[in-house]
């Protein structure tokens, strides 16, 4: 097989993550044949599953693998290590990949999701050194890592790791300076180490594809035209030292609108003027009520029931922003799992002694009991 790194044609990726599903769960194989047809018509190759997305690789081979030539598409899956038993489990999740896919081989194979709860893992299960091995016996063409955590973290990642070929990275134009997930700085730390970037939830899960309406009038102002995706799609494509950029499409509709402005050539950056729409629906999005959290931290290492205080309030702002609820509930279940909730706040005071941004922690964690406990 060729050395040469390809990311497939065009600045478009198929995420593989949300496929159509059926009334019984399961994925619409046919509906999901029909969007890789015209995904590829448009001159699009680059498809990215994973592991751990329920029945995605299987409904790769369907849909994909046994319908197209293996060298006309680029064909990335993830080795997720927290959903393993031990190494050797995590070691055998490629060998069950190909058996799902029935690709033969997977032209980029990244350690999936890395952050500081689950990088350990990475380290104790030797997968830095495995993935060299597989690229060796030609499983795999190249390797890289998925990445949600800080840019501290990063740099030591690719510090450490210099042969790493790619980087996945969650970017979109909410989270370009929010603390939580630090998108500029840590699209930065990749050009400074020359690391390519393909790019997740440019959509932000699909919470910028129905933005709160003030954010919408800024965008309905400079062109009533354009569908309101195809401004993340593209600031996200935009960004220097991005390759690719992926959309996690959910049926046929999606996926037309994306090809209509994504397609190979149809593929037009943001001019300048729009970067000033950008920036224009940034500052309305800021100006939206929320907690003003940053996420320095300062109020955590004293907190006698060990709440997770910043992790509680971003997923408030999560409804107070975006209107999204259950995805908030899901997160404040996660991130509250064997530490303090916020109904277990005792009143002490320490967190707001130490807060530099002077909020009201104890009744703002109160709200937070009240509507993400129930």
């Known amino acids: 097989m060729s050395e040469k790194m390809t990311l497939g044609d065009g600045k478009l990726g198929f995420g593989l993550m949300r496929l159509p599903r059926l009334e019984d769960g399961t994925i619409d194989v046919p509906q999901t044949a029909e969007m890789v047809d015209r995904f590829m018509a448009a001159g699009l190759t680059y498809f990215d599953t994973a592991y751990v997305y329920g029945g995605s690789e299987e409904a790769t081979k369907a849909a994909l693998v046994d319908r197209y030539p293996r060298e ?17 489990d995590a070691k055998q999740q490629i060998y069950r ?14 350690l999936h999701a890395i952050m500081s709860k689950n990088l350990h893992l990475y380290d104790e299960y030797h997968l830095w050194d495995y993935v060299k091995e597989l690229k060796e016996k030609g499983l795999i063409r190249h390797y890289g890592f998925s990445f949600h955590h800080s840019p501290e973290i990063l740099e030591d990642l690719l510090t450490k790791h210099p042969d790493v070929e790619l980087v996945q990275l969650q970017i979109n134009y909410a989270d370009w300076e929010n603390p939580d997930v630090c998108a500029r700085e840590c699209l930065e730390i990749c050009r400074k180490h020359g690391k390519p970037v393909v790019i997740m939830e440019p959509v932000k899960g699909g919470a910028l594809a129905d933005p709160p309406q003030v954010v919408k009038d800024v965008f309905l102002a400079a062109d009533d035209k354009a569908s309101i995706p195809s401004w993340a799609v593209r600031f996200a494509a935009s960004q220097e030292g991005v390759m690719m950029v992926l959309s996690g499409m959910s049926n046929i509709e999606q996926m037309e609108d994306n090809i209509s402005y994504m397609a190979v050539d149809k593929f037009c950056p943001l001019n300048e003027e729009e970067d000033k729409v950008i920036a224009a629906a940034q500052k309305a999005l800021a100006e939206i009520p929320q907690i003003p959290c940053t996420a320095c931290r300062y109020c955590t290492p004293g907190c006698p029931m060990q709440i997770p205080i910043p992790d509680i309030f971003s997923a408030m702002n999560r409804v107070m922003v975006y209107n999204q609820l259950e995805a908030a509930k899901r997160n404040y279940s ?41």
Do not use: M, V, W
């Open 334 to 374: 996660e991130d509250t799992k064997d530490k303090g909730k916020a109904s277990d706040c005792i009143q002490c005071g320490q967190c707001e002694f130490q807060c530099p941004q002077h909020i009201s922690i104890i009744e703002k964690l109160q709200e937070c009991a009240a509507l993400l406990e129930n």
């Open 72 to 88: 006309s598409y680029t064909l990335t899956t993830k080795l997720n290590a927290g959903a393993a038993k031990d190494e050797e």
């Open 97 to 110: 990949s190909l058996e799902r896919t029935g690709a033969g081989y997977f032209d980029f194979y990244l």
